[in-house]
């Protein structure tokens, strides 16, 4: 295995990606996207933690993407994991920058989305692969 500095190029500067990339090869992850992706396509760009929209914004980023005329995905944590019973009743697919991050680079070096989702996923946030809760 590769270390992810080697199979990631990321970069910073002020320009937009609206800017920077061609608008097709753009997919806009948000919490919201009806799209729960299988697969990782190496030719697409992914926005991640485009917003915080967590709390007071619901379906901002999906409203944004939609303004932007982009693609959207969401993680396939619904079709993957299961809600736990626990005592707050709490339960978000809304995830940290480094969580989403380290969900895609797990999947990408194990192609396996159990495994991904279980390295991004924490518990607090009311989800766990079906296998852990029996």
Known sequence: LLPLSCIFQMDTTE???LDLFPLDSIVYLTPDS???KYYIDPNK???LGGLVDESIHKKLTLQRAREQS???ARLPIREYMVKTVNTKN???ETLAINQVFDVLSTYYETRSWPAALKAGVSSGKGY???D???
């Open 34 to 36: 009806e799209n729960g």
């Open 128 to 130: 766990a692969l079906p």
């Open 90 to 92: 709490y339960h978000s």
């Open 132 to 134: 852990a809760v029996k």
């Open 45 to 47: 760009v992914y926005v």
């Open 70 to 72: 982009l693609q959207t």
């Open 15 to 17: 320009e937009s990606y």
